[in-house]
């Protein structure tokens, strides 16, 4: 993991986590497949963890598929992250669909900071995050069909919730590009910055200052919108609420904001 991406531990318990491959703008290479669900299984067993950044080094948050996967000889439904595409080898994912859908499984909140390019698995990436801070000169575009191919980097489970039908139809078969301006007018992206690494460290500040366990099962809740029914939901919000509610984490933050002073939670 070493060589694709890093993850440094900040005060506050957030993670900075960053795709290092920066001489190939952070393309996507077995190496890089493998790295990204290394360390999505890291931070899920990390202690203390409150929120996560991903960012891209160098000139790109991430070009997509290194194209040298392409032309390599193997069997078809084979998958250039390893395995085939049909086997469920990461839970309810393949290899390379965890390298997205991995983000959203993490229990705390994931914030993607986007410059450069966010081409094809790199866009579904992004998408994987609960908040996206774009440039605005951000170049975007689901990319497969421009190779024959269609989304498969769990893009299609995740933008269901951010971008209306239609558009997402005409983006898929088009494979045309768009900025981080116009991403954030379609509902790609959350906010849209000069500095997003800055603006999502900002972001990460205030939420890692949170109950710790009011913003994973508030993330739970967020993840249940996609699939579950009203009754469902209604359930779940006084399920999760049954666990924080007089807890010591939830008198914490009322005397904290009370007494105007920091929090001090325990996890």
């Known amino acids: 993991m070493k060589d694709r991406v890093s993850i440094t531990m900040l005060d506050g318990g957030i ?63 084979a998958s250039s992250a390893g395995g085939t595409l049909s086997d469920r080898t990461r839970g309810i994912a393949n290899n390379a669909q965890y390298a997205a859908w991995g983000w959203r499984e993490l229990p705390v909140p994931v914030i993607a900071a986007v410059h450069g390019v966010a081409f094809g698995a790199g866009s579904q990436i992004m998408a994987a995050a609960d908040i996206r801070i774009v440039h605005p000169d951000t170049r975007i575009a689901i990319m497969e069909m421009r190779w024959g191919l269609v989304p498969d980097v769990a893009g299609m489970a995740l933008w269901r919730t951010q971008v209306a039908d239609d558009v997402l139809r005409e983006l898929i078969y088009t494979n045309r590009e768009f900025t981080g301006s116009e991403a954030k007018l379609l509902g790609f992206a959350t906010h849209v910055a000069d500095d997003p690494l800055t603006k999502a460290m900002e972001l990460a500040a205030a939420i890692a200052d949170k109950n710790p366990h009011a913003i994973r099962g508030a993330k739970r809740l967020c993840n249940l919108l996609a699939d579950a029914n ?38």
């Open 230 to 267: 009203d009754a469902q939901i209604l359930q779940a919000e006084s399920d999760e609420q049954v666990k924080v509610i007089r807890k010591p984490n939830q008198v914490e933050a009322v005397m904290a904001h009370m007494q105007k002073r920091k929090p001090n939670f325990v996890d």
């Open 15 to 77: 993670a900075d986590v960053r795709l290092i491959r920066a001489d190939k703008m952070n393309a996507l290479d077995a190496a890089m497949w493998l790295a990204l669900a290394e360390a999505i299984d890291d931070l899920k067993a990390r202690q203390g963890l409150r929120v996560v950044v991903l960012s891209g080094e160098g000139r790109a948050f991430c070009a997509g598929l290194d194209l040298s996967s392409l032309s390599a000889e193997r069997d078809p439904g």
